[in-house]
Each structure stands twice: as C-alpha cells, then as structure tokens.
C-alpha cells in the first residue's frame, strides 16, 4: 500500500500548492486518457462515411432514412458506422446479421439508447423505452400476462375487433354517400377501430370516432411522435437544452407532453376511484391491483403512466397504418383485391353472412399472403426500436462500444433482393423484430390485420376516384412508415 504520511509534514501553504499541481496533473491524465480511451474504443469500429465535426453524419434530415441507410450497405458492407454527434451508432442490414446480433448476441444489444428527446419525455420508463434488466422484463411479462387475460391473441378479443369494423364499415357507408366523387380519407375511421381495441383492453371502454376528447387525444400523439422524428425538435438528441426553448415546435411539444399527461393521469385516477379488486375490469384495474399486493417497488401508479402511454403509441399507429398500407395496395392492384383473388377466396369460405373469423385464418391462405406481402413490401416499422450495446463487444470481426446505437435496418431485410423469390424464406419475416425486444402486441396486431382486411374486402370494393392519379408508394416516415394521405370509393357488395 502506498503511504500518504508525507503529505502530512507539508504546510497549508504548500499542501494547496501541492493541491492544485496535483489535481491538474490528473486532470491532464484524465483527459489523455479518455481521449486514448476513445481512440482504442473506435479503433476497430465498423467501417462508415466519415463524420462532419459537431453534427457527425446527421444532416437533419429522416425522410426516406429506410432507403438511404439500406444503400449505403452496398458501399460499407452490411455492418457500418455513422455518427450522431458524438454518438456512434451501428446499422445492421440483412437478415443473417440482424438474427445474429438480436438473438444470437441478445444479452449484449437489447438495451435501449438513452435518447435525450425521448428520455425527456419517457423518464426510461414504461416497456418500449425501459433499459434491458429485471424492471423491464417483470414488467412486460405482467403486461402481456394480463393482455392475454383479457383476450389479446385469443378469440375471446375477435367480438370486440368486429364490434369496432361495424361502426367503421356503417361510418364508411354514410361518409361515401356525403363525399360523392371525391372518396373517403379511410385513416381517421381506422385509426379509431385500432386504438379502440387497445382502449378495450387497458382502459375498460371504446370511444366514438368523433368523441372530441379522444380524437383530440389521438391527433396529440400522432403530433408528438411527428415532431420528435420529423421536425428541427429532432436537435434536442444533439443540444438537449433545446427541449426548453420557449417557441416553436420544442414549446409545441411541451404543450402536447403536459396535454397527453393530463388526459391520462385523469383516466387512472378514474379508475382508482371506482376500483373493485374482486373485479378488475382491464389493464388499468389489474396494476393498480398488482400495486397493491407486490412488494416490488417498480410498480407504481407513476409506472403504470407511462406503460399506458407506450401501449397506445406502440399499437395504434403501426397497426392502423398496416391496414391502410394493405387497402392502398388492393386499390392500385384491383385484380388482386378483385372476384378471382382475396375477395372470391373470401366468397368461397366465409360467404357474405357472416362476418370473417380467427378460425376462417387457415382456409384464406392467399388472403393471408396478401397481407404479409404487403407487410414485407411496407414494412410499418422500419428501422425497428432503436436498441443499444450495454457492454463493449465483439460482433462479426469488429469492436462495438459500450453505449453504441444499434439500428437494426428491417427494411433491408424485407428488401433484400437476394431472399424474396423463395417462398420457404418466410422465417425472414421479421416485421414484428426479433429477440427478447420482439413486438408485445404481435399476436394483436396479426388478429386485426386478419380481421380488418377480410372484414372489409368481404363487405365492399374499394377503387381510386375517378381521375384520381394514385399515391406515391414512398410513404411517409416516422417512427412508422405511414401511407401518404389518400381517398377511396367505396362500393358495398353485398
Ligand atoms: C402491425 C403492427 C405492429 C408492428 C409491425 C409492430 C412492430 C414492432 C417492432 C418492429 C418493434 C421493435 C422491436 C425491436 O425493438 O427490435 C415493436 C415493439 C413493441 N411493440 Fe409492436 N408492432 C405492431 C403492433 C403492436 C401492438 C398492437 C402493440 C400493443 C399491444 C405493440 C406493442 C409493442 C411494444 C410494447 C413494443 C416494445 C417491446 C419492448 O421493448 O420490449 N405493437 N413493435
């Protein structure tokens, strides 16, 4: 042991000199350090564009992101470097090298980064956001636990996901009359059957599509998400004090924060009030019941906030914009859409008497591959959740840091023009992701897909209005990849 009795012989004068010489030798050392630190730790980084000073390879721009990032694989290979900031992210492209770093390396690259935009606002809590370990993972299991109790992924759900394509289909009808040649923008009417179900399932309740409250409450979190991926807001990753800045989107998104804050702390304390342990009625009721026997401090009302949020987020916009992804397609190919496709194998198992079924699944293969065709072409959430390297790591021949942004790239998996043409590649579908971070609501999701698609095609034809040229199939990205805005019309078939 090194003895510091030296120290003690020296005046006051001398120890503050000595002090200072000392503390600015380490801070010298220090320094030296972390900057050799750095040099060692990106030394065998995978391969990339080199990186502007300050903004790194981030030029403000997210549009078409999925595309750019998938070619830029042809010229680094299908493991590369870039740099947000200071923030080094990896981009995995291709199927072999998502499975293997997702799977095969889970315990290393399923935490989560600690976006500065979204930490704000999330607190890394929840499930979506919530860093890999013990919290998150008693967390999503009570979470999924208690969905499947209430029917996510079961037939028990199905009357509830026809209750909601009822109303949308009747909707449908009276908004075609009134809206003659122009057709029907069908996302609000969507939008609404989605996020009722998941509204069914936490809060207890469905909504009509015009109650003001729950619109208001869906158009503030489209708003939000659009201004964290897709606005000058998407600086705050970079300069996090921006987050405060008293104008523009930055105070917008505040605005939207403390408003969808308000709508759902009111819905919890709803709940408290007419809490009855012997009979909880959703989501909501089952944690404040679990509050209430677990000793487990990680649950709490503050918790269960922000898991209410994550659901809704999660759920409402991918699966709605899957089924509109899924209809725009059948408009521009109406041969598929048409009487010798999905609707004549419709016609033929299901007939027009009856509503569409989980149990019909099995006996509408091509109804079924229609829709995951049109998954894999559109890919709803194509740079997946981004996730993050919680220890420095080997992965196929290069060093990852500790802290590394990991984008697992899903659409160059779902693009990849070497795997499509065989039909047995099918365990490269991968839209829900892969690994322990794997979607929650996959089994949701796929039952509203089903059940929307055969629902809908079964009652009516859907077309282009005249003279209308069709969309661009670009989209409009997100978080999501969301069809751009269009209109069809409407013809019963019934
Ligand atoms: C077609 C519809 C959907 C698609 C394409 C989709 C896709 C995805 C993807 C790609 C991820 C990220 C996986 C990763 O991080 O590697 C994810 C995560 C997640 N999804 Fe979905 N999703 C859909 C619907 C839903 C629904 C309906 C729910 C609600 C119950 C939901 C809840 C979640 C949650 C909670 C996570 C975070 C999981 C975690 O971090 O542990 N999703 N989803």
Redesign the pocket.
Known sequence: MVSLSWLESLSGAELSHVHITLLVFLLVFYTVKVINQNRRDLANIPPGPKPWPLVGNFDGTVKNAMVVLTEQANVYGNVYSLFVGSQLMVVLNGYEVVKDA?SNHSKVF?D?PDIPAITIMTKRK?????PYGPV?KKQ?KF?HAT?RNFG?GKLSLEPCILRGLATVKTELMRLNEGSGAAGVDLAPLIRNA?SN??CS?ILGQSFHHEDRQFRNMLDLMDRGLEISVNSPAVLINIFPLLYYFPFGVFKELRQVEGDITVFLKRVIANHRETFNPDHPRDLVDMYLKEISVQEDSSFTEDYLFYIIG??FI???D??A???LWILLYMVLHPDIQGKYRVQAEIDEVVGTHRDPSMTDKGSLPFTEATIMEV?RLT???PL????MASKTTEFRGYTIPKGTVIV?N?WSVHRDPTLWDDPRQIECF?????????????Q???M??FLAVSSLLQAFRFRLPEGTPPPTLNGRFGL?LAPCPYTVCVHPRR
């Open positions: 997702l399923s989560r929840g499930i979506v956001f919530a998150w999503r979470c969905l996510l989605v179900v998941i399932l994550d659901l999660a759920g409402t991918t699966t914009n899957s089924i998954q890919v709803a959430v997946a959740i981004p996730h697992p899903l991968i839209p829900f992701g892969i690994g322990p971070r794997v979607c929650m609501g996959e949701l999701a796929k509203e897909l999501t």
